[in-house]
């Protein structure tokens, strides 16, 4: 191990964070044996104690919840007419006839087996009859498109947040859509 | 009301609830099936968390309710695309934290070097007595080190050593791998011990 990657390390060490003992060994026995990084930790020691007594008796603001203000915005939000209001009329009057042409194709296939009405595609997911709508993890992804369209283009930017990325792999960016203003945003390595 | 250490280790243990991510997920649920009330208690188990942790880059409180609120409102706006099978917490907290500093960065404006200008001093939840004003002096001057701290070396610092969340979590909230938050710790430690070693050398009237 070199002064370098012991300097990393031993920045981890301080809090605790590194994780793996063959490291903290090899570590050990590189700061046995060099006065500079065993001047380092110290220090690093020091700085931790600065950051811990700075912030011992900080106070928080605490008012009542945000909850009964924030309610009345999501009833309005959910009250709001959404897409229509937006698009001056066309998109719902486009998004039924394709909703219309989707439940043809699907009564089409569905049509020998299927006993209930398939038209759940169409409506909104505040009206879906039951959480055997949302079995689990997967994201049912292209249906129930009526309602993500209408709350994600409220004027936020847009993150994929959850960009298919599996657990304990390379992770995917967090990609930014909009505004142009936030396109840096955490993605810089 | 202002609250403190103790309050903010309890509230920590509450938010990160090890205890309930299958609670939380049933609360999702119910809540893409239009259960207000179940959002609601979503937002009751987590918004101190998420104020203190909004407080840390933005310290007027008026200002971090509003972030909260916009926060929870994209959670709610959004929840059709959380994962049920992972935690509910991270997935939120990175929204906060996104909110938080997209609002920063639109903004344009050099908030961090604003927290302690008296402009702000009358915000403070403690007006400070005579024997707090070393320790806020102290905090001053550790802020604006950190102030000088590139943004992702910064937010890892604050998350980790002065907020507590363990790397996995920041991994979780910030969207990458452990391994790069445990880097950039490094280099966020290391960088803060430079410079302000450099500023006890210096004197401490220097600042940014
Ligand atoms: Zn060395």
Request: aromatic share 8%.
């Amino acid at each position: 191990m070199n002064c370098r990657q012991a300097r990393i390390d031993l920045a981890l060490c301080v809090g605790e964070d590194l994780p793996e003992a063959a490291r903290r060994e090899s570590l050990r026995q590189h700061v046995a044996q060099c006065p500079g990084c065993r001047a380092h930790y110290k220090r690093l020691r020091g700085m931790q104690r600065v950051l811990e007594s700075s912030d011992r008796n900080r106070t928080y603001d605490v008012g009542g919840s945000l909850w009964p203000q924030l309610s009345n915005r999501i009833r309005r939000l959910d009250e709001s007419p959404g897409p229509a209001s937006r698009f001056n009329g066309w998109l719902p009057f486009v998004a039924v006839t394709a909703a219309c042409a989707m439940l043809v194709v699907v009564m089409d296939l569905r049509a020998p087996s299927s006993g209930h009405s398939p038209s759940t595609e169409a409506i909104p997911r505040s009206m879906l009859p039951g959480p055997s709508m949302f079995p689990g993890t997967s994201q049912h992804q292209g249906q129930n498109t009526f309602l993500p369209v209408g709350r994600s283009q409220q004027g936020h930017a847009m993150y994929d947040l959850e960009s298919a990325e599996p657990h304990g792999t390379q992770p995917a960016q967090l990609k930014v859509h909009e505004p142009p203003a936030t396109t840096d945003q955490l993605t810089n390595d | 009301m202002a609250i403190g250490q103790q309050q903010r280790a309890a509230d920590m243990a509450e938010a990160l609830d090890e205890g309930n991510p299958s609670s939380d997920a049933r609360l999702v649920e119910d809540a893409r099936l239009g259960d207000h009330e179940a959002f609601g208690q979503l937002v009751r188990r987590y918004e101190r968390r998420l104020l203190r942790v909004i407080q840390r880059f933005v310290r007027d409180p008026d200002l971090a309710e509003d972030l909260a609120q916009e926060a929870f409102l994209r959670v709610y706006e959004r929840l059709d695309q959380y994962d049920a099978s992972r935690r509910f917490g991270p997935w939120m907290f990175r929204i906060g934290v996104n909110v938080t500093l997209d609002y920063l960065r639109r903004k344009k404006r050099r908030i961090w070097g604003m927290l302690f200008t008296d402009a702000h001093r009358d915000r403070w939840p403690d007006p400070p007595a005579a024997d707090q004003r070393a320790e806020r002096d102290l905090q001053q001057e550790v802020w604006q080190v950190i102030e000088r701290l590139p943004e992702k070396y910064r937010i890892v610092l604050v998350l980790r050593d002065l907020e507590g969340f363990s790397t996995s979590e920041i991994a979780a909230i910030l969207n990458r791998r452990e391994a790069t938050i445990r880097w950039r710790l490094a280099e966020a430690r290391n960088r803060f011990q430079e410079i302000w070693e450099r500023r006890l050398g210096t004197g401490a009237g220097a600042n940014a």
